[in-house]
């Protein structure tokens, strides 16, 4: 080692050092990784550029050193290992903006409310809404406060209007999709279902858990058709499971829906009539929309869905230990 400096090892025992004097400016253009070896200081494993080191450190860069070891190399775009990582993430990014651009073209600019009435919007307690609240072709909301909302309170305007009749338009829309199968008179609590569209002639109901199994694609629908009423009992919980997400769960109801106290649901209702959630339910990354009636509202908590999913989580990370897994294979 020169006598000017040390070379200190780094993360995983890595150490980048310098022929460049302190104050140097190319100081780090030149430095190289080096890792310590028996009966020898360090070995240059790759050159390194403009990486300032995590202490004083500098060395001789040996060219012709027998015992360096050349087995790291930064991944380049030319290597098909971040060729490979890089189509993992761009298919994550694909999928995430196919399954917004699909929310975003199903409900137009109701998918920016998370609570909108047709003849009014009323709420009991400390309601939190997050995301948009409207009223159309009405114009009335009572309770707000004690309520509060992250959104804009939209009565009776343009952007209320507008909201409704995207929100109608995709009522039909998810009314006329081909079904995957027939739940008519079938309990939902208990069942685990898998992507597709479920139609109920008549009405559905919620009486325990329900499981949606997206089977790992972040990019999964559910649609449940129903013909009447959507009503689920006191307690009653949807859990999303494997990439399954909120926002891409859609429930096109006939008439009208009720949620029981401290319900957990999950999705967005469309009803065409009134939504009521009584005391205490919720609905995680959805929203309730009535065309015609009223939204009301008991201490509830309803949120808009966020990104990224969870299903997009795990592809993230298979990126990442793709990434990872790269360099760790030419270090070893």
């Known amino acids: 080692m020169s006598a000017r400096g040390e070379c200190k090892e780094g993360t995983e025992g890595l150490v980048p050092c310098s022929n ?14 080096y890792r310590p070896g028996p009966g020898h200081n360090a070995h240059m494993l790759a050159q390194r550029s403009a990486v300032p080191p995590p202490g004083p450190c500098i060395g001789p860069r040996v060219a012709s050193d027998p015992r360096q070891v050349r087995v790291f190399t930064p991944p380049s ?4 290992e971040m ?3 890089q189509i993992l993430l761009t298919s994550l990014a694909t999928v995430l903006l196919t399954s917004a651009l699909a929310r975003a073209q199903l409900l137009g600019t109701a998918a920016d409310f998370a609570v909108l009435g047709g003849s009014t919007v009323t709420s009991t307690g ?3 809404i997050t995301g948009n609240a409207g009223v159309w072709p009405g114009s009335a909301a009572t309770g707000f406060p004690p309520a509060s909302l992250t959104g804009t309170l939209h009565l009776g305007n ?3 209007q507008q909201a409704h009749a995207d929100a109608t338009t995709a009522f039909t829309s998810l009314a006329g999709m081909a079904r995957t199968a ?12 898998t992507p597709g569209t479920y139609f109920f002639a008549s009405s559905a109901q919620l009486t325990s858990t329900l499981t949606l199994n997206a089977l790992g694609n972040p990019n999964a629908v559910f649609i449940f058709q129903i013909g009447s009423t959507l009503t689920t009992a006191s307690n009653a919980t949807i ?3 494997n990439g399954a997400f909120g926002g891409n769960v859609f429930w096109q109801v006939g008439s009208s829906a009720t949620l029981g106290t401290a319900t957990a649901f999950q999705g967005t209702i469309i009803a065409q009539a009134s ?9 995680l990354d959805g929203r309730a929309i009535a065309l015609t009636g009223a939204v009301t509202l008991d201490s509830n908590s309803v949120s808009l869905p966020t990104i990224p999913t969870p299903g997009a989580s795990v592809l993230l990370g298979s990126a990442a230990l793709a990434l990872c897994g790269t360099r760790r294979r030419r270090i070893a």
């Open 20 to 33: 460049e004097p302190p104050g140097s400016p190319r100081r780090f253009e030149t430095a190289s990784l």
């Open 239 to 241: 859990i999303a499971i």
């Open 275 to 283: 939504i009521t959630l009584t005391t205490g339910a919720s609905i």
């Open 77 to 80: 775009e030319s290597s098909a």
């Open 126 to 128: 400390p309601t939190v």
């Open 158 to 160: 343009a952007v209320a």
């Open 182 to 193: 027939e739940l008519t008179g079938t309990d939902l609590g208990g069942l685990v279902l």
């Open 83 to 85: 060729r490979s990582a």
